[in-house]
């Protein structure tokens, strides 16, 4: 479901597949398992996710949530349309930082 | 065409796997278009998980029926389950889209994303059943 890459302190979590309320937990402990207590910022590179839905959301929420309070960055980039769609109702845009791509994503968390 | 398709699903999330084959099947027969696919099959885990979570609680032996009824000007989805009286247009918490990363909860998104992707969206209780009527107008 998911493939890392470390640069630099900032790790690059390239997601695939779907990410649904059957395996949104397992998602979860892949990424958290992932990351590291130094790693200055997560980018999540959703070019490769075909689904999400609230349950998928929901992690990605904790997730921020938590490298926030350790004043980590976190991004997300290369929504398809669907998914952009699925960030948009919910107002994810908002409060997760969403970039066109990878380059994007990194130059803005710097 | 038309064509109409009926599932009886049970209580486990896993069920979720069977529900997407069975419109990613009917989708390809129909000509649905992708963005259909992807709204069909979200609206449908966000119901179905509400019904495994509320409307049975703990009992494994839920099942829930959704009739799937594809037609060339539109999509009739009617979701029936047999669990306690509960109407997410009104029961649901209503999500809070404008709170801070902080605040942000992800309660009642599910049926947020029933009322933004569907055009017609309504309930009725009917012989201790809950049924949840939606249709997608294809124009």
């Known amino acids: 479901m998911i493939e890392t890459e470390r640069d630099g302190g900032v790790l690059s979590v390239k997601v695939q597949g779907r990410i649904d309320g059957s395996n949104a937990n397992d998602f979860h402990s892949d990424v958290k398992a992932a990351i590291a207590d130094d790693d200055t910022a997560v980018i999540m590179d959703m070019e490769r996710l075909a689904y999400i839905s609230s349950a998928g959301l929901r992690v990605l929420l904790m997730l921020a949530k938590v490298l926030e309070q350790r004043n980590a960055g976190f991004a997300i980039c290369s929504l398809s349309d669907p998914i952009r769609e699925v960030f948009e109702i919910s107002g994810f845009d908002k409060v997760i930082k969403v970039h066109e791509s990878p380059e994007n994503a990194r130059a803005a968390i710097g | ?139």
């Open chain 2, 1 to 139: 065409m038309t064509r109409e398709i009926t599932l009886k699903v049970g209580g486990s999330t896993a069920e979720l796997e069977r529900i997407n084959a069975a419109v990613e099947e009917l989708a390809e027969t129909e000509g649905w278009p992708p963005d259909l696919v992807f709204q069909t099959t979200l609206v449908l885990e966000e119901l179905e998980v509400n019904i495994m979570n509320y409307a049975f609680g703990e009992d494994e032996n839920v099942q829930s029926q959704i009739v799937l009824r594809s037609e060339p000007d539109r999509l009739t989805i009617e979701i029936s389950d047999g669990g306690k009286a509960f109407n997410p247009l009104e029961d649901a918490t209503e999500p809070d889209l404008d709170a801070s990363l902080e605040e942000r909860k992800v309660g009642g998104l599910g049926i947020h994303f029933v009322r933004t992707l569907m055009d017609e969206v309504s309930y009725r209780r009917e012989n201790g059943r809950n049924h949840l009527t939606l249709v997608k107008r294809r124009d």
